[in-house]
């Protein structure tokens, strides 16, 4: 068997040989060496034009191909393109499960001479198929919708990332919003709702819906929930404060207090009974640093680390098709931290939609501040966003693993420095 590194150049002249199995001869390939057919190749030299010349009857790839929700589109394509360019049937085979925060899809193909997509493995699950590769038939692809994909590959993030570090139990701070309203039916299903312990934090900023839509939301999954008032540590907090603190008016100092006490609670308790914290950030607020850390950060898995707020509120959608799970007031309200009296998100952030794509545009397609703005976008606010993202980097850098469901989620997908000047 012959590895090819992507990172390595191969000498002119260097053997490639294919493998012999009951006498046919089969090109085995390893992952990327099939995504040489694009117009950037990986290699100075292809795999497949050395194995070629031997006259295989059959390509095979093995693949740990890492699962973003455009993923299997993209691989459809490439693997189709080489049968196409090689006319010889192709079977790719890819690993299933989770590794940290990479996901692996499964999602195997089988493609006759033809180019013909003659067999689709499952996603998200493990199976062990049986093919003629001389005597096929077509099968109809399988469905691969956005957020049927991005909820298996989450809730098999979560279950392997427990069960490989041998943790049973999550616990969460359950705030009345959706992203810890999503986190907690996600957990409830990889997990089970005998192991998830959601507890509610309010403070004298809490709204009474907070309150009562989570109670809605955990009575809807049969989960217990638990309920500590953060109040009287926090006029606890500003007493012990208030020689040093002197006559300065409120500001993100309170807000950030309230949340550290959160956090705090939360992790004396995963410490006392073992329960892993989960953390609740969507990519929208991680991205521009809207968290506190040693507060709503905390967390042992960030579970939807890698959605953008849009996104968070389009997974509920997909959760709450056939039923409601997440209380629709949930997902009605306007987001709010509620760390001081009438916060909203739209008080310091731009609106979610409009944020979001500008977002994108900057981490998942890398585009400058100049593409961005000639995209039609205000130039005052692409700055002010892309500026928020880069000031940020020291926050991501001390986040907890994020489980990546795009191209480029933080942490192993985007790796960029703290202390960075390059859009200076």
């Known amino acids: 068997m012959i590895f090819f590194d992507e990172y390595r150049y191969f000498e002119p002249g260097r053997k490639f040989e294919c493998i012999e199995f009951n006498g046919e001869k089969i090109a085995l390939t390893i992952c990327e060496d099939l995504w040489n057919v694009e117009d950037d190749p990986l290699y100075i030299h292809s795999p497949m034009e050395e194995l070629i010349k031997e006259k295989p009857s059959l390509i095979i790839n093995i693949a740990a191909s890492p699962f973003d929700y455009k993923h299997a589109h993209q691989r459809k394509a490439i693997l189709q393109r080489n049968v196409n360019q090689y006319k010889i049937p192709l079977l790719y085979v890819n690993h299933v499960g989770a590794q940290t925060e990479i996901i692996f899809d499964g999602g195997s193909l089988a493609y006759d001479a033809s180019g013909k997509l003659v067999h689709e493995g499952p996603y998200f699950k493990e199976e062990i198929i049986y093919l003629n590769t001389k005597n096929t038939t077509l099968v109809v692809e399988k469905q691969t919708e956005k957020y049927e994909l991005i909820y298996q590959a989450l809730l098999m993030g979560i279950r392997d990332y427990f069960s490989k570090m041998g943790f049973k139990k999550a616990i969460l701070g359950l705030s009345g919003g959706v992203d810890s309203a999503i986190v907690t039916v996600l957990a409830a299903d990889a997990l089970g709702a005998e192991n998830i312990l959601p507890v509610m934090l309010p403070s004298a900023f809490s709204s009474g819906h907070s309150i009562s839509d989570s109670e809605q939301l955990c009575q809807n999954l049969n989960i217990k929930?638990?309920?500590?008032?953060?109040?009287?540590?926090?006029?606890?907090?500003?007493?012990?404060?208030?020689?040093?603190?002197?006559?300065?008016?409120?500001?993100?100092?309170?807000?950030?207090?309230?949340?550290?006490?959160r956090g705090t609670l939360l992790m004396a308790l995963s410490n006392k009974f073992g329960p892993i914290l989960l953390n609740t950030s969507n990519k929208s607020e991680l991205a521009v640093g809207y968290g506190t850390l040693y507060g709503d950060m905390c967390g042992g898995l960030s579970v939807i680390g890698d959605l953008y707020k849009?996104?968070?509120?389009?997974?509920?959608?997909?959760?709450?098709?056939?039923?409601?799970?997440?209380?629709?007031?949930?997902?009605?309200?306007?987001?709010?931290?509620?760390?001081?009296?009438?916060?909203?998100?739209?008080?310091?952030?731009?609106?979610?939609?409009?944020?979001?794509?500008?977002?994108?545009?900057?981490?998942?397609?890398?585009?400058?501040?100049?593409?961005?703005?000639?995209?039609?976008?205000?130039?005052?606010?692409?700055?002010?966003?892309?500026?928020?993202?880069?000031?940020?980097?020291?926050?991501?850098?001390?986040?907890?693993?994020?489980?990546?469901?795009?191209?480029?989620?933080?942490?192993?997908?985007?790796?960029?420095?703290?202390?960075?000047?390059y859009l200076s």
């Open 310 to 421: 849009t996104e968070v509120y389009e997974l509920c959608r997909y959760i709450n098709r056939k039923k409601e799970i997440i209380p629709e007031n949930i997902l009605s309200k306007a987001p709010s931290a509620e760390l001081r009296p009438g916060q909203k998100d739209s008080d310091s952030l731009p609106p979610y939609d409009i944020l979001d794509k500008i977002l994108f545009e900057y981490i998942e397609l890398r585009k400058g501040p100049k593409e961005i703005i000639k995209g039609g976008y205000d130039e005052t606010l692409v700055n002010r966003i892309l500026s928020m993202v880069n000031r940020n980097e020291y926050k991501r850098k001390q986040l907890s693993p994020v489980l990546r469901i795009s191209s480029k989620a933080f942490g192993l997908g985007r790796r960029m420095p703290i202390v960075g000047k």
């Open 225 to 261: 929930v638990d309920k500590m008032e953060i109040n009287p540590l926090y006029e606890t907090f500003l007493k012990t404060l208030k020689p040093l603190f002197g006559e300065k008016p409120f500001d993100v100092t309170e807000e950030n207090i309230q949340a550290r006490i």
